[in-house]
């Protein structure tokens, strides 16, 4: 035995130098960026290797956890009830990274169990009360309440263990098929009472406009008749004192007036053929108009009846 000792004498240096270079490839650890390396030396926590080269004690110390302080997302697929019983899915994805602090990382990894489970059951948690408060109507619109309600929980209890929520995003409500379809159909419906209501506003806002731009037109037109009598009475008026002061009496110059209006009056009615005028009298001075049965026919004479004729 000892013989065969001395025979392997002369390869020592080599197996020794094969042992060291076991034992050195042992004992690098290369961490790679945004990693952390938790290293324990006989189970108990010794240290962190950061990125880059790291050195550890073979057989006797090793790496335990590896912690990535990349950002992360997690999906997490909630079922919900509204609060008229309506159940619906919605999916969750949480944003979320380890701490950059290596005491917090420590946390994130060894006083929590497996936090991206327990991330689900939080946001489940924190998601269910708000959904049970919404009802079938509101599903669409308050989903980012939900993810908001989410976020707001998650953040509050991680935030002591090293885990940050970055933010909380959902997906579109995922509602039962026949759901879907009664909902588009009262959706469409409550759309068309809304059109309804618009074009029966927008009829009563025109005839309310035509209204007023007939009260407008009648206005216009009564102060311009009151304008023109103003000032035929005027003209009138200067015209009786000028045949007074020529030395006429007043009731010749107002029955000369007046058969200046009767004359008009012709000269008016000349203008549409359907339309014959007749001085009654001279004291009433009221001209009456008779609409002809046809435009063909002869042109009726006119002339002024005497008292004694019958009318």
Do not use: C
């Not at 940050?164 to 997906?171: C, Q, W």
């Not at 209204?211 to 009786?240: H, L, T």
């Not at 012709?266 to 009654?280: N, Y």
């Amino acid at each position: 035995m000892p013989e065969q000792l001395f025979t392997l004498l002369p390869f020592w240096p080599v197996i020794l130098g094969a042992v060291v270079l076991f034992l050195l490839a042992k004992s690098i650890v290369i961490v790679e960026p945004k990693q952390y390396h938790f290293v324990l030396f006989l189970g108990k926590y010794w240290k962190t290797a950061t990125p880059g080269f790291n050195l550890i004690i073979p057989y006797l110390s090793w790496v335990d956890k590896k912690a990535s302080t990349a950002l992360h997302e997690t999906p997490v697929e909630l079922s919900l009830k509204t609060s008229n019983h309506v159940t619906f899915g919605l999916i969750l994805k949480v944003q979320h990274q380890v701490s950059s602090d290596v005491q917090l990382a420590y946390k994130a990894l060894y006083d929590l169990e497996n936090y991206q489970a327990q991330l689900k059951s939080f946001a489940t948690d924190a998601a269910i009360p708000v959904a049970n408060g919404i009802e079938l109507e509101d599903v669409y619109n308050k989903k980012e309440h939900i993810a908001d309600k989410a976020k707001e929980r998650l953040r509050q209890f991680f935030h002591d263990f090293g885990v940050e929520i970055v933010d909380v995003l959902s997906d579109e409500p995922r509602l039962p098929k026949s759901v879907e379809v009664q909902a588009n159909k009262v959706m469409e419906m409550q759309r068309e009472k809304q059109a309804a209501t618009y074009e029966a506003e927008a009829i009563r806002e025109r005839e309310v406009g035509k209204a007023k731009a007939d009260g407008e037109s009648v206005k216009i037109r009564m102060e311009k008749m009151g304008e023109a009598r103003r000032v035929y009475a005027q003209s009138a008026a200067e015209a009786i004192k000028v045949l007074t002061s020529a030395g006429t009496s007043a009731d010749e110059a107002l029955r000369f007036m007046t058969a200046i209006a009767d004359n008009d009056a012709l000269v008016t009615a000349a203008r549409h053929g359907s339309t014959v005028v007749m001085a009654t009298s001279q004291a009433q001075q009221v001209p009456v108009a008779l609409p002809l049965p046809d435009k063909s026919a002869a042109v009726a004479k006119q002339r002024p009846l005497r008292e004694s004729e019958p009318v």
